[in-house]
């Protein structure tokens, strides 16, 4: 608590640097990041958070200018990728204190969460599912209304004190000369990063194999933190051994999205269910939940497939050359 004090005050000190970099930040789309081999561990750090506040501060941007589905998925893995990062090098660090601005960021994205839900509900997902016909229209002004709700808390988190304090203090500290790590270059600590997140991706890998829902949904979650310093890190290592890494990840996380999909259609519904008229919507809720909970099975058999396929891969970071 006491660095996290000394950053507050930090960025009291310089709250015309932090402000300079927030402004900088919206006006455009920020420059892409590039880490090299030679960057103190430190350095880096305070480089990626520069890049996740520009990310974030540029959707949050359009996200005041009016509602935009693609801003506000972007600001929320903006939102994620600051977790991953406050949580992986607090460790490396070894400062405690990047676990309130960890928590912070996954409070302000749980509160933009349901806005986000019912966009891919009605956006992604609503096509497929009411292709062979029906009377969906009491459903759809349900689901509306509830998208309406989430949307004004999306637009009072982005014009709140705390989402702009947390920006502030994210800025301050990729500013700050706080003495962080112990002069370590960051090739030698991300790869330290990277073989955690792996390690953690397989305890997962070996829970899901009895195809609990839960479980499966953990390992999608140690998959996405994993991809992140994956992309994060690419640039520290020649891109023909990084690729192929990247690639079988993206692919097996598309297939546990899916299974993200089928549990968000069902929690979804439940939702709407409740809070609306469910003689009139149950129905049609029944149809949708139905037509996505079909494909259940499949879909975790080819998850698993993709998962036992990347795990034949030689990690990127373990080749040499």
């Not at 589905?69 to 460790?91: D, I, N, P, T, W």
């Not at 996405?224 to 051994?241: E, G, I, N, S």
């Not at 049609?284 to 998850?303: D, S, T």
Request: a positive charge; glycine letters at 8%; proline letters at 3%.
């Amino acid at each position: 608590m006491g660095d996290l004090v000394a950053l507050r005050r930090s960025s009291a000190r310089s709250t015309g640097a932090g402000q300079r970099l927030l402004r900088s930040a919206a006006r455009g789309k920020p420059k892409r990041l590039r880490l090299n081999k030679q960057m103190q561990a430190d350095e880096a750090f305070r480089a990626i958070l520069a890049d996740c506040l520009g990310a974030a501060s540029t959707q949050a941007g359009v996200l005041k200018a009016g509602r935009s589905v693609e801003a506000l998925h972007h600001l929320r893995v903006a939102l994620r990728r600051l977790e991953v990062m406050l949580a992986a090098f607090g460790k490396a660090f070894d400062q405690d204190w990047f676990e309130d601005l960890r928590g912070r960021a996954k409070a302000i994205s749980a509160k933009l969460g349901p806005a986000r839900d019912l966009d891919v509900f009605l956006e992604d997902l609503w096509p497929e599912a009411v292709r062979a016909g029906g009377d969906f229209t009491p459903l759809r002004r349900s689901a509306e209304e509830a998208r309406a709700t989430a949307w004004a808390t999306v637009t009072d988190v982005i014009a709140s004190e705390d989402f702009g304090h947390f920006l502030d203090d994210i800025a301050a500290l990729s500013q700050s000369r706080l003495p962080l790590g112990q002069g370590e270059k960051i090739k030698p600590v991300a790869r330290e990063l990277l073989k955690t997140a792996a390690r953690r991706m397989e305890k997962r890998g070996r829970d899901a194999r009895g195809r609990d829902e839960v479980d499966l949904h953990r390992l999608r979650i140690a998959l996405k933190k994993l991809r992140y310093l994956t992309q994060m890190f690419a640039a520290l290592h020649r891109p023909c051994k990084v690729k192929p890494y990247l690639k079988s990840l993206k692919r097996m996380q598309e297939e546990l999205g899916h299974l993200n999909d089928i549990a968000h259609v069902r929690t979804t519904i439940a939702g709407l269910m409740q809070g609306g008229d469910a003689a009139a919507i149950g129905y049609a809720a029944g149809q949708i939940a139905g037509h996505y909970g079909a494909g259940r099975e499949r879909a975790v058999k080819q998850a698993l497939k993709r998962y036992r396929d990347f795990r034949e891969l030689t990690p990127f970071w373990k080749k040499r050359g």
